[in-house]
Structure formats: C-alpha cells, structure tokens
C-alpha cells in the first residue's frame, strides 16, 4: 500500500517531517476544446470549491481562466460559421 502522505526521518534526531518532493508536480490535462468540456470543467471547479479542496480565491482564478477559454472557443466558432456562410455565397 503507498503512503498518500510521505514523511522524511532524520537519521540523527528521529524527527519526523512532511517530504516535500523537489521535482515539478504533475500537470493536470483536461480537454478544453469545446464549450461543453469548459462547462464541465468550471463545474468540477465549484464543487471542488463548495468541498474545500480548492481554495476560494485559487477556484475564483481558474473560473476566471475557463470563461477566457470559452470566449476564444465561442469566438473561433463564430469565424468558422462566418466563413461557411461566405463561402456559400
């Protein structure tokens, strides 16, 4: 069984300390490619919030993140259907 929350040992004084690893953490990969995986996305960010697993103010930066995303989306899907109708023409 691993242990979620490693500790280091000084082999001197037996004191026990958190291990706090020094490599970069491990990024987080979600897709974001349409309106519905941003939606879906800012949702499990204010449950996570509503829970306290993410702070408020971090949860506040991430949402604010997702609705840049989502107006890109929404802009790149407006260009798209702009020059489908022109070429129509």
């Given at each position: 069984?691993?242990?979620?929350?490693?500790?280091?040992?000084?082999?001197?004084?037996?004191?026990?300390?958190?291990?706090?690893?020094?490599?970069?953490?491990?990024?987080?990969?979600?897709?974001?490619?349409?309106?519905?995986d941003v939606?879906?996305?800012?949702?499990?960010?204010?449950?996570?919030?509503?829970?306290?697993?993410?702070?408020?103010?971090?949860?506040?930066?991430?949402?604010?993140?997702?609705?840049?995303?989502?107006?890109?989306?929404?802009?790149?899907?407006?260009?798209?259907?702009?020059?489908?109708?022109?070429?129509?023409?």
């Amino acid at each position: 069984m691993s242990n979620q929350n490693p500790v280091e040992i000084d082999a001197a004084s037996g004191e026990i300390s958190e291990y706090t690893p020094t490599g970069k953490p491990a990024r987080y990969r979600c897709p974001l490619d349409t309106l519905s995986d941003v939606k879906r996305e800012m949702s499990k960010v204010y449950r996570e919030a509503r829970s306290g697993v993410v702070e408020v103010q971090d949860s506040t930066k991430f949402i604010w993140c997702l609705q840049a995303v989502a107006k890109v989306i929404e802009g790149s899907d407006l260009e798209a259907r702009i020059e489908a109708l022109e070429q129509q023409k």
